[in-house]
Every structure is written in C-alpha cells, then in structure tokens.
C-alpha cells in the first residue's frame, strides 16, 4: 500500500495519453504487481491472520459507538476526506448494514471518489458501491454465463467450469466415475470426483460406471444439470449406457451460484 502512495512516473512518461488512468490506474497496478511477485500478504503480521470483516466491524463499532463512527464519518466527509469517511463508514455498515444514514453517507463519500477519479474502472467501482448502498443489489441486465458462451467453450475449460460447481463439503466422500462421449467431435471424456474434486481427462475409463453420448449441445446440459439428462434422453439428444444413479449422485454435489451477491454489505 505504502509503495502506491509515492510511485509516480516520471514527468514525460506520465503526461503520455498511455500512462494516463484511462485504463487501470497506477496505484492499482503498483499493488498488483506486488500481490503477483510477492503475494496478498504485506509482510505486517497483524494482515497475516486478521478476523472476517464482519467480526472485525462488529468488535470496531462496540469499542467506539457507532454515534463516534457515523460523526467521524461525517466530519470526514464535509473536509473532503472521501477516502477515510469510507474506510470509518465501512465498519459501521459491515456491523450494522440495516443502518441507513451510514448506508447514505458512505454513499455520498462513493459517490464523490467516483466523479472526482481518472480511471474509469475505479469510477465505475466507487459509483456502483454508491448505488448498492443506495437501492440494495440489482439483479444483472445480463450473464457473463450465458449459453453461448458456455457453448464456446473448448471441452477442457467445459470441464473446468464444471468444476467450480461441485460443493467439496457434499463431494467428500463419494467416488464416481462417468464418460461424456462428444459424437459430433469423436471426442471422449472421463469426468472423475472424489475427495471433493471434479477432475477431467481426455479418454474413456475402465472404471466408468454411465456413458453419456450425445453432441456437444446436448452434453453440456448434462454436465452443468444433469437432472437435465432424462428429458434429454426422451428427445433423442442422448443415450445414457450404464448405472443412472451415477448422474444423480453428480447432480447431488453441484452447486447454482447466485450472482447477484452484496459486495459493499455483508
């Protein structure tokens, strides 16, 4: 953080459009290039370990008050302080997220950071922090997860996508092996979980207990939920060779994200 503050670039450098904010900042980037070398921890041990934030903020707003907090805040804001007012704010809505003239003023403080910041990543954070403060989290106009891309997807990251579905907690002890054979690609692949982990490889098993065949289309609703599997099988997208219980016991252990999640509220 501290090597963020007092980096500049020299003078004839940073006037060039290309160093400018315009895309990133270099505040960021001097992090994140410390987080990439070195990793997330700064070297201080009191960041190596701290509580969750809502820990944290629940044990900061019982020492000071949140009357203290919500002031500071304040005083914070009307001195142009829009970095520190969050700061002190945040603990006092991680604390108390029902508490809405915190909620209101950690907005404004947003608010002002936004249009007063070059870089429009930052400007786009800061001004939809204001705006979750302000009306709760709405529902994206969109999905970076759409068929289409997810149809797009190369088998392999197919696979690995499927992966961060499975709930380790629930995938623990179970041992199941199924082949996925892709007809329009003369393509086939074992897809092995045990000990929690979704693993994929590129030809059939000796050990599989179902096939599943069918074009590319029709497997990915299969892999993804494979509840999906016996309408697909009614329509003739697929054909499914072995024991069935294999895809519920699959089905059991993926999990659905919400990806309308609070980022600036617990």
Do not use: C
């Not at 160093?19 to 990793?39: C, F, P, Q, S, W």
């Not at 509580?51 to 629940?58: W, Y």
């Not at 044990?59 to 804001?77: M, S, T």
């Not at 891309?149 to 392999?156: F, V, Y």
């Amino acid at each position: 953080m501290e090597a963020a503050e007092v980096i500049e670039l020299p003078g004839e450098l940073g006037r060039k459009w290309f160093n400018r904010g315009y895309h990133g900042t270099l505040h960021h980037d001097a992090r994140a290039v410390y987080t990439k070398e070195l990793g997330m921890w700064d070297g201080d041990p009191v960041t190596l370990h701290p509580h969750p934030p809502v820990d944290s903020a629940t044990r900061y707003v019982d020492l000071i008050g949140p009357e203290k907090i919500l002031q500071e805040g304040q005083r914070a804001f009307d001195a142009a302080d829009y970095r520190w007012a969050v700061e002190i704010l945040h603990k006092l809505v991680f604390a108390q997220p029902d508490n809405q003239a915190a909620r209101e003023l950690q907005a404004d403080a947003y608010e002002q950071m936004g249009y007063q910041i070059e870089g429009p990543q930052w400007r786009g954070i800061f001004l939809t922090a204001a705006k979750e403060l302000r009306e709760g989290v709405v529902p994206a106009a969109f999905a970076t997860g759409s068929p289409d891309t997810i149809l797009a997807m190369p088998i392999d990251i197919l696979f690995d996508f499927a992966a961060v579905h499975v709930d380790g907690v629930k995938a623990e002890n179970i041992d199941l092996h199924i082949d996925f054979e892709f007809t329009d690609l003369d393509q086939t692949w074992t897809v092995w979980v045990k000990r929690g982990v979704l693993n994929a490889r590129q030809g059939a098993s000796p050990d599989t207990q179902l096939t599943v065949s069918g074009p590319k289309a029709a497997l990915v609703g299969v892999i993804l939920k494979p509840a999906a599997a016996g309408q697909l099988t009614q329509a003739g997208h697929i054909t499914l060779n072995g024991d069935l219980r294999a895809l519920t016991a699959l089905a059991d252990v993926l999990d659905e994200f919400d990806p309308n999640f609070n980022i600036i509220t617990p």
